[in-house]
Nanobody
Framework: VQLQASGGGLVQAGGSLRLSCAAS????????LGWFRQAPGQEREFLSA????????YYADSVQGRFTISRDNAKSTAYLQMNSLKPEDTAVYYC??????????????????WGPGTQVTVSS
């Protein structure tokens, strides 16, 4: 599967953005999906994940209550709604996919497919 994240941009603190992750191929619904981000000089950080059918979602403590993950398998697209953005949310955001359905939602190494990322900049 090939992934393409979009929807990033410049937003003021307190604002919102919705990221999209469009996937190619007809097997999108068989993949679990995750969102990660990476700020300059930092490691890639887990944000959120969703199971293949959207039946379960997972969030990092840093975004719980502010970010919402969802997916539309008919459109082969996943989303990350980001509200109450803070300057520390500034990073490149990546979507990723995995076929394995275990508890390693938060591990970068657990994901096989990655999109090229989209820049999110939050100004203070």
């Amino acid at each position: 599967v090939q992934l393409q994240a979009s929807g990033g941009g410049l937003v003021q603190a307190g604002g919102s953005l919705r990221l999209s992750c469009a996937a190619s191929g007809r097997t999108f619904s068989t993949y679990a999906l995750g969102w990660f981000r990476q700020a300059p000089g930092q490691e890639r950080e887990f944000l959120s994940a969703i199971t293949w059918n959207g039946g379960a979602t997972y969030y990092a403590d840093s975004v719980q209550g502010r970010f919402t993950i969802s997916r539309d398998n008919a459109k082969s697209t996943a989303y990350l709604q980001m509200n109450s953005l803070k300057p520390e949310d500034t990073a490149v955001y990546y979507c990723a996919a995995r076929r394995t359905h275990d508890s390693a939602w938060y591990l970068v190494a657990a994901y096989t497919y990655w999109g090229p990322g989209t820049q999110v900049t939050v100004s203070s």
